[in-house]
């Protein structure tokens, strides 16, 4: 029974692994090493992976929930940096560096995660740098999140925050029929990432929806006409 659940154990890991970018392209030997490095992390929702400092044993890839990375600033507001979902991998950058974890991870939600552990992958990608050039590509991927994320908490206000995310969503601003956009995690996970608190942004939610520019399903929000909501944001903008 044991090898049983070994053996289930193993599949289930090399199955996360072929879901990343990361880790996509790889052989069934190049994956099968990979597997040989992981442990997995439960998390309950609101536990804490790691904190900004820690020695980092590695970085991880998301298997199942979401992982809130964060800092806090000198005035203790948290400001989030990115939300990590299924297949998604993060704390790559630690790899190359003895400075320790540059921010703090908790889970928005009950959450699974495979850390794949640093000495061990450093040794592996000495043998296969095709690797490293895959790491990379996806570290040079988070920059352009980054990047991105500084540009819409820049926008003035949370209304304005929110209009821009989901008009990002629409096939085109210029349309006039609705789109439904499913939220991959939960409406707090939704206001982390818009730099708001969860009562902030469902009094957010609800201006809009009396404005008759938004409706809510459960966790799929309609975008009645995507070209009124970026008239709305062009008005909160200034233009």
Sequence with gaps: MSDSISQLRNAAIKAALRSSQLFAGLGPEEVEAVAELVSICSLARGEYLFHEGAPSTGFYLVQKGAINVHRVNAAGREQVIHVFRAGETFAEATLATESGYPADARALEASQVLLIQK????????????????????????????VGQIDDLMLKDVETRLANWLLKRCPTSLGTDPVEIALKGTKRALAAELGTVSETFSRTLAKLRVQGLVSVKGLVIVVHSPSRLAALLRRNLGE
């Excluded at 592996?124 to 991927?141: C, D, F, G, N």
């Design 119 to 146: 000495a061990g992958f450093i040794a592996l990608l000495k043998s296969r740098p095709e690797i490293a050039l895959r790491i990379l590509a996806v570290m040079s991927a988070h920059l352009r999140v980054l």
